[in-house]
């Protein structure tokens, strides 16, 4: 049963991998396609390429969400990684279905909390305070002051330029800060099933402890990171429509000016910190300071105002969901 588990939650999880891969993908491509620096297809396959390679450069994320929660060994373990898991792809899908950029790293830690608090496993309180809560708070507000700034500085050197030939350059910049958004994406979210994984493995005694956590198997970084490229490809129109066009129209240079800050968000965190932030905060975030660039009523606050609410019920009903199917599944397995 304990074998059969496993194999299950590892299909599962890389599951949700694919579903973080489609669920997200606007993250990286919305921008240039609602500018038209790409064709969605072209913006996808890059995407796609890109998110596989930052998914296999770093584990830091995977060992900082592998270790928030002692689960229990064995199949009780696996049953509450398994309702992390499930929770996360209900509000995956909840927030896909109804077009809303919510969060697939925080509804993986609200399930993964929601679903230890359920089974009475140990919560590591300060280490999601301070990797979690607080990257939380603190990234989409860098971001949107980042783009902010950056924006401005752009408009002052380009005040001059001939409007064509800059928009043009802007539309090739798009390209690169694309790729970057992609990489950035695929070294925070495929990461963090890679510790998913590899805590269901730990607690089965598939792999050893180290440090903190387990060393993450090459195999494990290898299907987590073709999982979320496949994902991606398959795109994510809904969520695309609402970042690219509804929340602020965007032209070339913003676009890039959105992607670049985003994306060093990212990277800076996942390097520097080790902290799973989530990627829609950030860019999200960004295209609205691009947008109070131009005049504060160019951001259309009531879209924006929705998901925030999608981004402050991620963790909570996350973890309710998880621990609902905790619940049922325990009481059937025992």
């Not at 994320?61 to 270790?67: E, F, L, Q």
């Not at 919560?123 to 700034?149: R, T």
């Not at 001059?160 to 925070?188: D, E, I, V």
Request: charged content about 10%; proline content about 3%; hydrophobic content about 55%.
């Amino acid at each position: 049963m304990e074998t059969v588990g496993l194999v299950v939650l590892i299909a599962v999880a890389l599951g949700f991998d694919f579903t973080n891969g489609f669920h997200d993908a606007a993250n990286a491509i919305a921008t240039s396609v609602s500018t038209r620096a790409l064709t969605p297809r072209a913006a996808l396959a890059l995407a796609a390429v890109f998110n596989l390679a930052g998914s296999l450069v770093s584990v830091k994320v995977a060992n900082t969400v592998g270790s928030i929660v002692d689960a229990p060994e064995t199949t009780h373990g696996l049953v509450v990684v398994f309702a992390a898991v499930v929770g996360a792809i209900v509000w995956n899908l909840i927030t896909w279905y109804f077009g809303l950029p919510s969060s697939s790293s925080h509804a993986l830690i609200g399930g993964l909390v929601g679903a230890a608090l359920a089974s009475g496993s140990v919560v590591h309180w300060a280490k999601i305070l301070e990797k979690v809560v607080i990257p939380m708070i603190v990234s989409p507000l860098v971001g949107f002051a980042g783009a902010f700034l950056l924006m401005l500085v752009l408009l002052w050197l380009f005040r001059r330029a001939n409007p064509s030939r800059a928009n043009r350059g802007f539309k090739y910049g798009q390209w690169a800060s694309s790729a970057a958004m992609a990489w950035g994406h695929g070294l925070q979210d495929a990461q963090k099933t890679m510790g998913v994984i590899t805590l269901a493995l730990l607690i089965t005694h598939h792999v050893s402890p180290n440090g903190d956590f387990a060393v993450v198997p090459l195999w494990v970084k290898l299907a987590c990171a073709v999982a979320i490229a496949a994902g991606t490809y398959s795109g994510g129109w809904r969520i695309m429509r609402t970042l690219g066009r509804r929340v602020f129209k965007l032209d070339n240079s913003a676009g890039f000016t959105a992607q670049t800050v985003a994306s060093s968000v990212l990277m800076t965190t996942a390097y520097v910190y080790a902290a799973p932030i989530s990627t829609t905060h950030v860019i999200t975030s960004s295209v609205m300071g691009v947008g109070a660039t131009r005049k504060f009523s160019a951001v259309r606050w009531g879209v924006a105002g929705n998901i925030l609410v999608a981004w402050v019920l991620t963790l909570p009903m996350a973890g309710l969901v998880a621990a609902g199917v905790y619940a049922v599944v325990h009481l059937f397995v025992g």
